[in-house]
């Protein structure tokens, strides 16, 4: 049996496999990307991208029968890509701009078989949508430090979930990885979802 392992620091990510009854070994990829390689590309393209750059980075390091999950996410918002804040002041500038409005969240995903070199990726995209906030909300969400390292500046499941009164799509993809996807991966890939949950 394959030792699963998520190419992510993300915790929201190990949470969401591990709530789903799987147990992932953590490698992070210590990918660089703010790179105007990745930056010169559509929001689309770059989660992709880098989704299969993290899972190969990670890919090479492993010497052993793996399913290595590398993932990528970006908030899309009136045709621009945004990424993690970084700072306070960023983080208020974009909730300012969306809210009330609706933007698409993109998540890259790259599964990779090293026992039968096989490699599965795709993205898949959620549509989010803000309420109105009000200037104190948005004061006390960006002081709470929540947004300044996810993308787009918001989570689905934390301090920002009350600022998010609909999606269209898939939940968990929101969150960091796309639950559906990876059993859909799985199974092309040859594994049941039981046989997975046994992987460690």
């Known amino acids: 049996m394959p030792t699963l392992v998520l190419a992510s620091q993300s ?19 210590n990918v660089d990307e703010e790179t105007d390689f990745f930056n010169a590309m ?28 590398g993932c990528d996410s970006t908030f899309e ?11 306070a ?6 909730a300012q701009r969306v809210r ?44 709470s430090g929540e947004p300044l390292h996810v993308a787009g500046g918001f989570t689905l499941d934390g301090f920002s979930s009350p600022f998010i009164p609909s999606i269209e799509g898939d939940y968990t993809n929101v969150v960091g990885i796309s639950m559906p996807f ?4 799985m199974t092309q890939l040859g594994y049941s979802w039981p046989e997975v949950k046994l992987m460690k």
């Open 182 to 185: 990876l059993r859909s991966a």
């Open 42 to 69: 559509t929001p689309e393209d770059m989660v992709i991208a880098l989704a299969i750059t993290k899972a190969h980075t990670v890919r090479e390091q492993v010497n052993y029968p793996a399913i290595i999950i």
């Open 100 to 143: 009330g409005k609706s933007g698409y969240l993109h998540t890259g995903h790259c599964v990779i078989d090293t026992e039968q070199e096989r490699e599965i990726s795709d993205r898949i995209t959620t549509k989010v949508t803000f309420t109105d906030m009000t200037d104190a909300e948005i004061d006390d969400y960006i002081e």
């Open 89 to 94: 002041h960023v983080a208020k500038e974009r």
């Open 11 to 29: 915790a929201s990510r190990r949470r969401l496999l591990e709530s789903a009854g799987l147990k992932p070994t953590i490698m992070v990829s």
């Open 77 to 87: 918002f009136e045709g621009q890509s945004l990424g993690k804040p970084g700072t």
